[in-house]
């Protein structure tokens, strides 16, 4: 029952509301645009009336074209907001990067400018490894598995190994 006499009285006002609009539409047309009388004018009144027409709407063209800037920048500041609102909650698509290469004298110089002259080598600062070093150690450790297998089984084996383990300690 009270939703229908919301919805009853809503319509009413809107029923209201454009007969409103409609004697405004109305009153601003008469007040504009009056209706013409050219019936028994000169040529020259004519004239004269047509160039006071020319102006007229020269004046209305200037009108629209302002409310028309207007309308563009606030559409624009209504965008602007928009994108603002959506990069505060972060629910905006983020593009897929691509992976770019890049050494370390590239970013430095991305970052220093064209003042950078130092050029970073990183490879420079390695340890060099030979590779005949590691090679001589390994036989040594490969020997045959089953002679150790059978000196260091019981008792005994067991003790050379914490023996041996603890000699280069010392």
């Known amino acids: 029952m009270l939703k229908s006499l919301m919805v009853a009285k809503a319509k009413e006002e809107l029923d209201q509301e454009v007969l409103v609009k409609e004697k405004e539409k109305q009153k601003y047309l008469a007040e504009k645009a009056p209706a013409l009388n050219i019936s028994g004018l000169s040529l020259a009144q004519l004239k004269d009336l047509c160039t006071e027409l020319h102006a007229k709407i020269d004046v209305a063209d200037e009108e629209r074209y302002d409310i028309e800037a207007k309308v563009m920048l606030s559409?624009?500041?209504?965008?602007?907001?928009?994108?603002?609102?959506?990069?505060?909650?972060?629910?905006?698509?983020?593009?897929?990067?691509?992976?770019?290469?890049?050494?370390?004298?590239?970013?430095?110089?991305?970052?220093?400018?064209?003042?950078?002259?130092?050029?970073?080598?990183?490879?420079?600062?390695?340890?060099?490894?030979?590779?005949?070093?590691?090679?001589?150690?390994?036989?040594?450790?490969?020997?045959?598995?089953?002679?150790?297998?059978?000196?260091?089984?019981?008792?005994?084996?067991?003790?050379?190994?914490?023996?041996?383990?603890?000699?280069?300690?010392?």
Do not use: C, Y
């Open 75 to 170: 559409t624009r500041e209504i965008q602007d907001l928009n994108i603002k609102v959506l990069d505060l909650r972060g629910k905006f698509k983020r593009p897929n990067l691509r992976r770019v290469r890049v050494s370390a004298d590239a970013i430095l110089r991305s970052l220093l400018g064209s003042k950078h002259k130092v050029s970073m080598d990183l490879r420079a600062n390695l340890k060099s490894v030979k590779k005949e070093d590691t090679e001589k150690k390994r036989p040594a450790e490969d020997s045959d598995w089953r002679k150790n297998v059978e000196a260091m089984s019981g008792m005994e084996g067991r003790k050379k190994m914490f023996d041996a383990a603890k000699g280069p300690a010392q």
